[in-house]
């Protein structure tokens, strides 16, 4: 399928007033850069209020944003744990609350998104670390904030994405308690290995392969393997054992080849996964509901996804499902 025309208009003027993602000269210029251009082409919707929080660790805490559905009150919901993009080293809770919202909204979960630190200064592991904590905090606390433990998903999109597998890998080998989806939006998966996709659409697609490549510089100390999984999810040594995942990429996206080959590899290891590929759409396309309409009809989509996955997460969970499950192990 051809680019979408709002999206190619935009890379068009993007290109034109050179606010695209471009290789920048000072950290700062790209972070000005991306939530100028969120407040440009985002269109933030107010189905609820939302409410500052923040989790306590040892020597700090993470700041938190939690979003709802209008028809939320005080009732238990599912909840999203989210993570944003932005290269590990620009993007936050204000360039990601239109996407936020949508998602609340979309799935009727709550969506507890993360303002974890950023590189250069707080290069790996510290955005990992900071994402793995606030998901056991959710864990751990989640009657506290009116959500169903057995209906925790997390999720991000960019590197928002990567450090959401690499969190479900490190729960299910940690052994302890696990959550129930991992939502996975145009993810970037494999610092190790250039993609097709990534040659394909290295220039003139929002995202270009200078800007990748200053990111990860960024983001990696010198003498981090980039085979590792915590950076590269797709390089795990084994897939099974993970929780179910909805995956939506997009065609004219340098990282669609990785986010297909994670939901394969998911599937080779018998995980449950809603692999979807939006046709004309470039990276960063969902948070972009002003310059491209259609980033409203993909959040519908993967709330929907969301939802579905979710309400099977809970029936597996049920007093008589798990009695079934014990009864079959005993006969076994």
Same mark, same amino acid.
């Given at each position: 399928?051809?680019l *979408? ?9 993007l290109? /034109? ?6 290789p920048?000269?000072t950290?700062?210029? #790209? #972070?000005?850069?991306?939530l100028?251009?969120a ?8 189905? /609820?209020?939302?409410?500052?929080? +923040?989790?306590?660790? !040892? ?5 938190i944003?939690i979003y709802?559905?209008? *028809?939320?009150?005080d ?14 080293v ?6 990601h ?9 979309a799935? +009727?979960?709550?969506?507890?998104a ?10 790996f592991?510290?955005?990992?670390t900071d994402c793995?904590?606030?998901? #056991?905090?959710?864990i751990e ?17 960019s590197?928002?994405?990567s450090?959401?597998? &690499? ?7 940690? @052994? ?6 991992q ?10 290995e ?13 995202? &270009? ?6 990111d ?22 084994r897939?099974? @054992?993970?929780?179910? /995942? ?6 004219? *996206? ?10 394969? !590899? ?5 995980? #449950? ?7 004309? %759409? ?9 310059a ?10 993967? @709330?929907?996804? %969301?939802?579905? %996955? ?5 029936k597996r969970t049920?007093? $008589?499902?798990? $009695? ?9």
């Amino acid at each position: 399928m051809p680019l *979408d025309r709002r999206a190619n208009r935009l890379l068009n003027i993007l290109a /034109a007033t050179h606010r695209a993602e471009a290789p920048r000269a000072t950290v700062h210029d #790209r #972070r000005h850069s991306l939530l100028t251009l969120a407040h440009t082409v985002e269109c933030i919707p107010k189905p /609820a209020p939302e409410a500052q929080a +923040g989790v306590i660790l !040892a020597d700090a805490a993470i700041p938190i944003r939690i979003y709802a559905p209008a *028809d939320a009150d005080d009732r238990v919901l599912p909840v999203l744990v989210f993570f944003h993009g932005g290269g590990w080293v620009a993007g936050g809770l204000d360039t990601h609350e239109g996407l936020s919202r949508r998602l609340a909204a979309a799935a +009727g979960c709550r969506v507890l998104a993360v303002d974890y630190r950023l590189a250069p200064e707080h290069p790996f592991p510290a955005a990992l670390t900071d994402c793995l904590a606030a998901t #056991r905090w959710v864990i751990e606390n989640a009657g506290v904030i009116g959500c169903d433990p057995a209906q925790i998903a997390v999720g991000g999109d960019s590197t928002g994405g990567s450090l959401a597998a &690499s969190v479900c890998q490190i729960l299910r080998d940690a @052994g302890g308690p696990q959550v129930a989806l991992q939502v996975l939006i145009c993810p970037i998966l494999d610092l190790a290995e250039e993609s097709e996709s990534r040659r394909a659409f290295a220039e003139g697609f929002f995202v &270009s392969r200078a800007t990748i490549e200053r990111d990860i510089d960024d983001y990696c100390p010198p003498d981090l393997d980039r085979r590792d999984p915590r950076v590269s999810p797709l390089r795990a040594a084994r897939f099974d @054992g993970l929780p179910p /995942a909805v995956i939506h990429a997009a065609e004219f *996206d340098p990282f669609r080849d990785e986010a297909a080959a994670y939901a394969a !590899a998911l599937r080779q290891a018998d995980v #449950r996964v809603r692999d979807v590929r939006h046709p004309g %759409m470039i990276h960063y396309f969902y948070a972009m509901g002003r310059a491209i309409p259609y980033a409203l009809t993909a959040a519908e989509a993967i @709330g929907a996804d %969301m939802r579905a %996955m979710l309400a099977e997460a809970q029936k597996r969970t049920s007093p $008589a499902a798990m $009695a079934a499950k014990a009864a079959a192990s005993s006969g076994s």
